[in-house]
T-cell receptor, first 112, second 113 residues
Framework: GDSVTQMEGPVTLSEEAFLTINCTYT??????LFWYVQYPGEGLQLLLK?????DKGSNKGFEATYRKETTSFHLEKGSVQVSDSAVYFC???????????FGTGTQLKVEL | DAGVIQSPRHEVTEMGQEVTLRCKPI?????LFWYRQTMMRGLELLIY????????DSGMPEDRFSAKMPNASFSTLKIQPSEPRDSAVYFC???????????FGPGTRLTVT
């Protein structure tokens, strides 16, 4: 079945460091790919998405490129801030476009 | 827009009691999803509705769980009787038509003692 694998957390970085959170997937067909962010005590918010191979999603300085050949959708940010501390979820959408499959989440902690 | 609204935000109950979680989707959204989040199992889709009709309830863990959507602006998830292993954060999300973004509510943290 469909699945998403994310790197284990927590990831701890200093402010202004470069961030990469790895995400790989297994799916039939051509899924859409997403990154969601969950701040403490809140629900998930869509951060960015890509719907086809080689698409790059971007938002708030975060980027991820849909790589079909490596079945990956790694999240990157050039300079993280303390306010980026949250849990990040990679997800894919299949099943006629109705069922999101989530990874386990990666906690990011950014320190001064 | 007000976003997806869930109530209560926190619920503490004793084993064996009935629990009802509530959700109001974003106005105009015709899909509604219920998820459960635990440390052990992560985020799991329990059930989803389209135009108030349940489409896929294969994620509902047991007969103790039931969900309804009597109209386009309200849904409930009921657990009867509740058990300690039901302790989790329950999220509701909604989506508009052919768009693929789901919008999540703030969640209900359920603790069953």
């Amino acid at each position: 079945g469909d699945s998403v694998t994310q790197m284990e957390g927590p990831v701890t970085l200093s402010e202004e460091a470069f961030l990469t959170i790895n995400c790989t997937y297994t799916a039939t067909g051509y899924p859409s790919l997403f990154w969601y962010v969950q701040y403490p005590g809140e629900g998930l918010q869509l951060l960015l998405k890509a719907t086809k191979a080689d698409d790059k999603g971007s938002n708030k300085g975060f980027e991820a490129t849909y790589r079909k050949e490596t079945t990956s959708f790694h999240l990157e940010k050039g300079s993280v801030q303390v306010s980026d501390s949250a849990v990040y979820f990679c997800a894919l959408l299949t099943g006629g476009g109705n069922k999101l499959t989530f990874g386990t989440g990666t906690q990011l902690k950014v320190e001064l | 827009d007000a976003g997806v609204i869930q109530s209560p935000r926190h619920e503490v109950t004793e084993m064996g009691q009935e629990v009802t979680l509530r959700c109001k989707p974003i106005s105009g959204h015709d899909y509604l999803f219920w998820y459960r989040q635990t440390m052990m199992r992560g985020l799991e889709l329990l059930i989803y509705f389209n135009n108030n009709v349940p489409i896929d309830d294969s994620g509902m863990p047991e007969d103790r769980f039931s969900a309804k959507m009597p109209n386009a602006s309200f849904s409930t998830l009921k657990i009867q009787p509740s058990e300690p292993r039901d302790s989790a954060v329950y999220f509701c999300a909604s989506r508009a038509g052919m768009r693929d973004e789901q919008y999540f509510g703030p969640g209900t943290r359920l603790t069953v003692t």
